[in-house]
């Protein structure tokens, strides 16, 4: 089952998701994939994985490290399926990272690895843009690489874990303008999500909803406004974004 939430008649609405990825009502009307207002698909803590893959470490030119380095980013960053994110003005490098979401489905405190697993309610697809003119080393607060509004699109559906038959093995894929630009699978995270679910879950309490978006494979690049970038997670959705200016954001907002 895919799960979403989108904007209808103002009202934020759970929808499931049909396998032409168009959202389906509870009393069964479509609305097509394209024309859908899609939201992100739940709310919760924003835990997020950095240098998680070890050839994307090493194309910053960093160790991985040899504990998670997870930062929290606040709900302002979210973004749903097929909308806008502003790179800001006079910035150099503004970077797309396709990344596997493990999504919380019930409760979880002190939970084992070997536990882990279970608590996993779904996964979906994120996009954490980074500015890397702000980059320096990663021990430190990264609020203006990772925490402007719009900057993390996710979605467009939560596909339920057990539909997800090893989600240690999924291709990831980024296209800018529909050119493939960044490849990477899942089996290469350097730590897996069950240590993820046991790491977090020791310092504090994970809620349904939480989301934890587990890193990203190597392959940057740069994105200008205009570009339209789709990440992709194999079996688990393909969220596209449209990057516009700072000016044309703002000016969105009045
Ligand atoms: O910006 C970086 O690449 C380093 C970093 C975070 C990286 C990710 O989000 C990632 O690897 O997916 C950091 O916070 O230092």
Same mark, same amino acid.
């Given at each position: 089952?895919? *799960? ?5 008649? %103002?009202? $934020? ?9 168009? /959202? ?7 609305? /097509? ?17 950095? +240098?998680?893959? =070890?050839?994307?470490?090493?194309? +910053? ?16 960053? +979210?973004?749903?399926?097929?909308? #806008? ?30 536990? /882990?697993?279970? !608590? ?9 843009? =980074?500015? *890397? ?10 609020? *203006?690489?990772?925490? *402007? ?15 997800? /038959? ?10 800018? #303008? ?5 490849? %990477?699978?899942?089996?290469? $995270? ?8 046991? !790491? +977090? ?37 393909? $969220? ?8 044309? !954001? $703002?000016?969105?907002?009045?």
């Amino acid at each position: 089952m895919k *799960r979403a939430r989108i904007l209808f008649n %103002g009202e $934020l609405t759970a929808v499931t998701v049909n396998d032409n990825n168009d /959202a389906v009502l509870n009393d069964g009307t479509v609305i /097509a994939e394209a024309e859908a207002n899609w939201q992100p698909p739940c709310d919760g803590k924003i835990f997020v994985l950095g +240098l998680n893959y =070890a050839d994307h470490a090493a194309e +910053l030119a960093f160790k991985a490290p040899e504990e998670p380095l997870v930062f929290l980013k606040g709900p302002n960053t +979210l973004l749903g399926h097929r909308k #806008n994110t502003y790179r800001p003005d006079g910035v150099d490098y503004m970077h797309y990272e396709c990344e596997l979401v493990a999504i919380i489905g019930k409760t979880a405190k002190n939970v084992s690895r070997e536990e /882990a697993m279970d !608590y996993i309610g779904g996964y979906t697809v994120g996009n954490d843009y =980074a500015i *890397r003119d702000y980059l320096e080393n990663y021990y430190r607060p990264n609020l *203006r690489v990772k925490s *402007r509004d719009t900057c993390t699109p996710v979605g467009p559906y939560i596909v339920d874990a057990k539909d997800v /038959a090893d989600p240690h093995n999924l291709a990831l894929k980024t296209y800018i #303008n529909g050119e493939l630009k960044q490849s %990477g699978n899942t089996s290469d $995270l350097v730590f897996d999500i069950p240590y993820l679910v046991e !790491y +977090l879950s020791a310092i504090m309490t994970l809620e349904p909803g939480d989301m934890i978006f587990t890193g990203t494979p190597e392959g940057l690049a740069d994105v200008k406004p205009g570009d339209e970038i789709v990440t992709e997670v194999e079996g688990v959705g393909r $969220l596209v974004n449209t990057i516009i200016s700072e000016t044309d !954001y $703002l000016a969105s907002l009045n």
